[in-house]
């Protein structure tokens, strides 16, 4: 077995997602990384999808010295869990660190939630992440130095109006978190999540903002380098004691 570590790191499709700062976080820390995406739901968003993306950050992860692959792929498949790990091991090998930061959100209120709506977050915010965790606990071998770190928004922080499926599916990624790492840290893994609170992704419109803006004491906004730095601590050795942890690494945002 080879000393070097691969990492999956999913909804990794945009230059300046959050994803995209991971990948390259953990590229430079000397991890092969193979990223998923999945452009359909990224042209739905105000950032669009753009095929330049994908190519561009394959070729940034490449230039720090790693290999890099990635596939597109659907996680409402209940197919693709195995899919995602059967071509990550066939191009680089067996993954050590697993990075559920795919995610599901459109707007929706106590108007506008529909069955459809809400499954639909159910499968890329719960099902996805609790899916790929476990397969990547069947298939890890290491013995130690397993990571699984989960994206979360820090619903129980404060009410998200607008976001009521996005929240509520969310909402399970903490106690999802705990029970995983109590159930498969024998294996030599932890498992945490991160909340990097209001974060400038491609999303925020200028009136958001300057409205944003008056909450952060450090008068800047989040960026997803923020969140990628605390990540690629998470999934490094010198962490080995944190598991079964939510991190608010919100810059001091103040919700009130």
């Not at 700062?21 to 105000?46: H, K, M, V, W």
């Amino acid at each position: 077995m080879t000393n070097r570590k691969m990492a999956i790191v999913t909804g990794a499709s945009r230059q300046s997602g959050i994803g995209a700062a991971i990948c390259l976080e953990l590229a430079e820390a000397g991890i092969d990384i193979f990223f998923t995406y999945y452009r359909p739901y990224d042209s739905e968003q105000p950032w669009g999808s753009l095929k330049e993306d994908i190519e561009k950050l394959e070729e940034s992860i490449v230039q720090k010295g790693v290999r890099c692959a990635s596939m597109e792929l659907d996680l409402t498949d209940a197919a693709s869990f195995f899919m995602l790990f059967e071509e990550a091991e066939r191009t680089l090998g067996e993954t050590a660190i697993l990075i559920n930061n795919a995610a599901y959100s459109v707007f929706s209120d106590a108007e506008t939630l529909t069955s459809a709506i809400l499954d639909r977050h159910y499968l890329l915010n719960v099902r996805a992440p609790i899916m790929l965790s476990t397969e990547f606990a069947k298939r890890f071998t290491r013995g130690r130095g397993g990571r699984v770190i989960t994206l979360t928004s820090g619903q129980s922080l404060g009410p998200m109006p607008g976001e009521l499926a996005y929240a509520a599916t969310k909402a399970c990624i903490p106690d999802m978190t705990k029970t995983l790492a109590a159930e498969i840290g024998h294996k030599g893994i932890t498992v945490n999540a991160v909340n990097p609170g209001p974060t400038d992704t491609g999303w925020m419109t200028d009136e958001i903002k300057a409205s944003l803006l008056l909450k952060f004491p450090a008068g800047r906004i989040g960026k997803p380098e923020d969140a990628a730095r605390l990540i690629a601590f998470l999934a490094s050795e010198q962490s080995e004691w944190i598991t079964g942890q939510t991190i608010h690494s919100e810059g001091g945002f103040i919700r009130s």
